[in-house]
């Protein structure tokens, strides 16, 4: 039996990938603060502590920068997805995923969404681990919604495209942001507030 011999990374290695870690956290951070377009390449190597020639050596430009940021949450949100329970109800599951979403966002770590016509966006469509993972999340996510609309316990005559998008807005929801600043909620409460209104809507019951 032929022995397979696992390289151990060098030292080297090792340190360059915990630098580009610290690259990708910080520029989620300010894609969460800032988004892409108010983003600079100097404001991401001010906050790591290097020079943007030595960043540039680990991504070639802002959108391959903010790419990598966004692909390291969508791996975030399906290793999240693939721990739920399977025997759990699919409008529970529905509502984890949401409640995953506002406490990232709230906690400062969910990347702004590109704007329509962003150069960010074409470089997510071409990066090849970002859209499997998006359509990954967003057939895990449909299955439910179907699922839910068939039970009752969403509304069957709404386009599930359309509840599939309303909760992939909450990803970018301005509501929390207004909440949070305020100063009246916490958290938790605010997490609660916006999971009322995206599933229960506005009318009394």
């Not at 022995?3 to 360059?16: G, H, I, N």
């Not at 992939?168 to 507030?193: K, N, P």
Request: net charge negative; charged share 20%.
């Amino acid at each position: 039996m032929k022995t397979v011999v696992v390289a151990t990374p060098s030292f080297k290695q090792r340190m360059l990938a915990v630098r580009e870690e610290s690259i990708v956290h910080a520029v989620n951070r300010l894609l969460a603060e800032k988004g892409f377009d108010a983003m600079t390449v100097d404001e991401v190597a001010a906050q790591v502590g290097i020079a943007k020639a030595s960043l540039y050596k680990h991504f070639p430009s802002k959108e391959h920068l903010a790419a990598a940021a966004m692909v390291r949450v969508m791996q975030r949100a399906q290793a999240y997805i693939a721990a739920l329970p399977a025997q759990a109800a699919p409008l529970e599951n529905l509502r984890a995923v949401v409640r995953w979403v506002l406490q990232v966002k709230l906690a400062g770590d969910m990347p702004t969404l590109p704007s329509q016509n962003s150069s960010l966006r074409a470089a997510l469509i071409d990066d090849r681990d970002y859209m499997d993972g998006l359509m990954e999340v967003s057939d895990r996510l449909g299955a439910w919604i179907e699922a839910a609309q068939a039970d009752g316990s969403l509304n069957p005559d709404l386009p599930a495209i359309a509840i599939l998008y309303t909760f992939f807005a909450r990803a970018c929801d301005s509501v929390v942001e207004f909440l949070q600043m305020g100063g009246l909620f916490t958290d938790e409460q605010i997490t609660e507030l916006v999971l009322t209104t995206c599933f229960s809507g506005l009318n009394a019951r």
